[in-house]
């Protein structure tokens, strides 16, 4: 876990895909979802698989999660389509794989090859395949995506005011280059993606000031959950308003943040708002 020292009496800890980038729809669209049809050969429901993932991935409460738990997830959602039973395919559910889920906290690639290297097991290998791909397709596919508007103005309001930490489930090479490409990586003390840890364990940083100075910005329930467990405040950006939330941040979140007026009445209308976004169940029908 990165150990913040801190230089101002305030956190601010920040999701990147989807929140300050769009390019959630992108990745999973274009780069996750084609390599678990290919890697997982689901070729005969591909339309299911693209359904399923991107319900899970996108659409869901479960959105934003880290991308082994997801690829599970999908993969039970398939199981439960009649669809996909009538089609005479037959989903398996990696329990290698949901196993290291449980007890791994840094679900990344260099854990997975850990495990693979100690257990040699043939689904972790498949599952690491599989990432190891996802990571090259992102690379090839995702560029010249900027900041959401007003991401970048908010940065700048909280420069010198507040320490801030990337705090995301997205590999750490691709957060940096996409920092780096445009040139917002210098307002944060440090970029910390899936191998420095959970989101969690990241926002556990905020110990280290007082009560209601610290903040998780975030576009995902799994962003919220990790800032409660820290007595983080959070700020949602709202799925598919994002340019919206930034707004309402730039104007009037990160001044109430900064005066102690965020915690109470304004951060519970902000997570009932949030809460309305997005269901936890599909649309579709399911084998009872």
């Known amino acids: 876990m990165y150990e913040i020292t801190p230089k101002h009496d305030?956190?601010?800890?920040?999701?990147?895909?989807?929140?300050?980038?769009?390019?959630?729809?992108?990745?999973?669209?274009?780069?996750?979802?084609?390599?678990?049809?290919?890697?997982?050969?689901?070729?005969?429901?591909?339309?299911?698989?693209?359904?399923?993932?991107?319900?899970?991935?996108?659409?869901?409460?479960?959105?934003?999660i880290n991308r082994f738990p997801a690829l599970v997830e999908a993969l039970e959602w398939l199981q439960k389509r009649p669809e996909v039973a009538a089609r005479g395919v037959t989903i398996e559910i990696p329990q290698s794989l949901a196993e290291w889920i449980q007890v791994e906290t840094k679900l990344g690639n260099p854990a997975l090859e850990a495990k693979v290297k100690e257990t040699n097991d043939e689904q972790l290998q498949l599952a690491l395949a599989w990432s190891k791909k996802v990571n090259e397709t992102v690379?090839?596919?995702?560029?010249?995506?900027?900041?959401?508007?007003?991401?970048?103005?908010?940065?700048e309001k909280l420069s010198g005011k507040a320490d801030m930490l990337v705090c995301s489930a997205t590999p750490n090479e691709a957060l940096k280059a996409e920092w780096a490409e445009h040139n917002v990586d210098g307002f944060v003390e440090a970029i910390c993606g899936q191998e420095s840890g959970s989101k969690k364990e990241t926002l556990a940083n905020a110990a280290k000031y007082k009560p209601n100075h610290t903040l998780m910005i975030g576009d995902a329930p799994g962003d919220y959950r990790a800032a409660a467990a820290n007595q983080c405040l959070f700020y949602p950006i709202n799925p598919g308003e994002e340019e919206a939330s930034w707004q309402r941040f730039y104007e009037e979140g990160i001044d109430k943040f900064l005066n102690d007026q965020f915690a109470g009445d304004y951060q519970q209308k902000l997570l009932n708002e949030f809460d309305a976004f997005l269901p936890e169940k599909p649309s579709w029908k399911l084998i009872s």
């Open 10 to 64: 305030f956190l601010v800890g920040i999701d990147s895909d989807g929140c300050v980038f769009d390019t959630m729809e992108l990745k999973h669209k274009e780069c996750f979802i084609p390599n678990i049809i290919k890697f997982y050969k689901l070729q005969a429901i591909s339309k299911y698989v693209r359904e399923a993932a991107e319900f899970v991935n996108l659409y869901s409460k479960g959105r934003g």
């Open 139 to 155: 690379a090839e596919m995702v560029e010249g995506v900027p900041p959401f508007p007003y991401v970048r103005k908010c940065l």
